[in-house]
T-cell receptor, first 116, second 114 residues
């Protein structure tokens, strides 16, 4: 089974702190994604990566950065956490998609981040 | 614009009732994919089904069935004889053909009461 793990289920940080959220997948997937989930807004894509050291902005990248130094690990960084970044953060991965092979994304359990 | 709308924010049913979750999407692509995911209280999204835009056959898997209609841009999900374990948040998502990104709807919270 594909396994996507996230470093913490719950995290509480103070405003202004630098926050690292880690995601690791064990299936050698090329693609990795970071989403945030908020009530009434569904999942919104923050950043994604198609390969090591490659990253692309999603729909809401402001206030976030990412790092992908190894294929299995994709980190989300909040440079200076703010209260409006309190949310559930979900990581996902899948093999490369082509027009005729649309793999589903496999999700981690999520990290519920509270910024006070 | 590409968009997915799940107009039902919350649905509450009593066990054994049938329930349909609506999903309407917008895209100008001719090739695209649609997905349904389930998010139980544990938090992890679980993949349920994928459909490509050229396959309008309805699908049934046990108590679950999906009705894909391109004419109305809808991909609705029906649970027959609902059970308490079906209580979860359900997401519909669209994947345009030229990208690996998923565009999610707002989600529908389903509560099945005993």
């Amino acid at each position: 089974d594909v396994k996507v793990t996230q470093s913490s289920r719950y995290l509480v940080k103070r405003t202004g702190e630098k926050v690292f959220l880690e995601c690791v997948q064990d299936m050698d997937h090329e693609n990795m994604f970071w989403y945030r989930q908020d009530p009434g807004l569904g999942l919104r894509l923050i950043y994604f990566s198609y390969d090591v050291k490659m990253k692309e902005k999603g729909d809401i990248p402001e206030g976030y950065s990412v790092s992908r130094e190894k294929k299995e690990r994709f980190s989300l960084i909040l440079e200076s956490a703010s209260t409006n970044q309190t949310s559930m953060y979900l990581c996902a991965s899948n093999p490369p998609n082509s027009e005729w092979s649309p793999y589903e994304q496999y999700f981690g359990p999520g990290t519920r981040l509270t910024v006070t | 614009a590409q968009k997915v709308t799940q107009a039902q924010t919350e649905i509450s049913v009593v066990e054994k009732e049938d329930v349909t979750l609506d999903c309407v999407y917008e895209t100008r692509d001719t090739t695209y994919y649609l997905f349904w995911y389930k998010q139980p209280p544990s938090g992890e999204l679980v993949f349920l089904i994928r459909r490509n835009s050229f396959d309008e056959q309805n699908e049934i898997s046990g108590r679950y069935s999906w009705n894909f209609q391109k004419s109305t841009s809808s991909f609705n999900f029906t649970i027959t004889a609902s059970q308490v374990v079906d209580s979860a948040v359900y997401f519909c998502a669209l994947r345009p053909s030229n990208t690996g990104k998923l565009i999610f709807g707002q989600g529908t919270t389903l509560q099945v009461k005993p």
